[in-house]
């Protein structure tokens, strides 16, 4: 089984559904409303844990209700917490409008999570144990620099999504093996709109790179080859909150399984394509059962899109 460590974020995720977003200065009335367990770095760790690995997290929640919940969650999840800190004060949220596209927008407050600054040696010990840790930029800088440092030190793959998007130090790119940003943040990284520019001017940093489309798939990119795009499945999207995460652990996994990068993509994106049929971030992540019959079977997706 695949061992993989998650250094993120848990959010509570405040959601609610609209017929479209407001304008600025603009109110609209809301379908309805929901409190569901989040945060990039929860969210990688509940779809790896799901597609199939052994996953433990590093990051905090706060010592109040949410937090209660957001730790109960990942163990639900059969995600070891035992690395999981409470911080005094509030947990992390994530302000979160959907609108009947699917699509969202998303207000990020830290909370606890801006108290993890650095590892412990807890912290770089379970590290050392995993195939891959995965990291995000949820967390502060500090500590993102820190974990992939360490892991490159120690021989353990790094995967880094860098949302929210922000300049990344040359440090944090030197210990990276594979970045994965979604179509706007690899522009916001290189300022290239064209994908396939944008991951060749990102390969100059790290060795391997995957771009994704959202409904158009992903593009994969490494070094001495041409760049290969993967298409996705054609589905209706219901809510697209915690697709690219799905995608992240879900690659992670099988990645790690041995599956070539074709395969592994394909399977990632047969992942993220039934999390947007359902409502929700962790709550919308697929089983792995559930994945393996779509990869092999991709009608079952198929057959409700529009």
């Known amino acids: ?31 309805s409303f929901r409190t ?39 163990e639900h999840c059969a995600v070891d917490t035992d690395l999981l800190r409470t ?31 650095s590892l412990t040696h807890g912290d770089e010990a379970l590290i050392a144990t995993a195939d891959a840790l995965l990291l995000q930029l949820e967390l502060p800088l500090s500590v993102v620099v820190e974990g992939a440092v360490t892991a490159r030190r120690l021989g353990v793959r790094t995967v880094l999504t860098p949302a929210p998007a922000q300049p990344l130090p040359p440090e944090l790119l030197a210990a990276t093996d594979l970045l994965v940003p979604n179509e706007h943040e690899a522009a916001a990284l290189t300022g290239l709109t064209d994908p396939r520019a944008a991951a060749q001017a990102l390969l100059r940093d790290v060795p391997e790179v995957v771009v994704t489309l959202g ?32 995608f992240v652990g879900a690659l992670a996994v099988a990645l790690g399984e041995g599956r070539p990068a074709p395969e592994a ?31 092999l079977s991709p009608h079952i997706l198929e057959a409700d899109a529009v």
């Not at 779809?47 to 957001?70: S, T």
């Not at 990119?221 to 209706?236: I, Q, S, T, Y």
């Not at 394909?266 to 779509?294: F, N």
């Open 87 to 117: 911080a005094e004060g509030s947990s992390g949220t994530a302000h979160v409008v959907v609108d009947d596209e699917g699509g969202n927008a998303i207000v990020v407050v830290p909370g606890a999570n801006g108290t993890v600054t």
């Open 215 to 246: 409904a158009a798939g992903s593009l994969y990119a490494v070094r001495g080859a041409e760049p290969l795009a993967v298409p996705a499945p054609r589905v209706r999207a219901v809510d697209t909150t915690g697709a690219g995460d799905t």
């Open 265 to 295: 993509l394909a399977w990632a994106q047969t992942a993220a394509a039934l999390s947007v049929q359902r409502e929700g971030a962790s709550t919308s992540m697929p089983y792995r059962v559930e994945i393996e019959a779509a990869f």
């Open 1 to 31: 089984m695949t061992s993989i460590v998650v250094l993120g974020s848990t959010n509570m995720d405040l959601v609610t559904y609209v017929p479209r977003a407001p304008a600025l200065g603009e109110t609209v009335t809301g379908r």
């Open 36 to 74: 569901i367990p989040g945060g990039k770095g929860a969210n990688q760790a509940v779809a790896a844990a799901r597609a199939g690995a052994e996953v433990a997290m590093i990051g905090a929640v706060g010592a109040d209700d949410f937090g209660a919940r957001l730790r109960s969650t990942l």
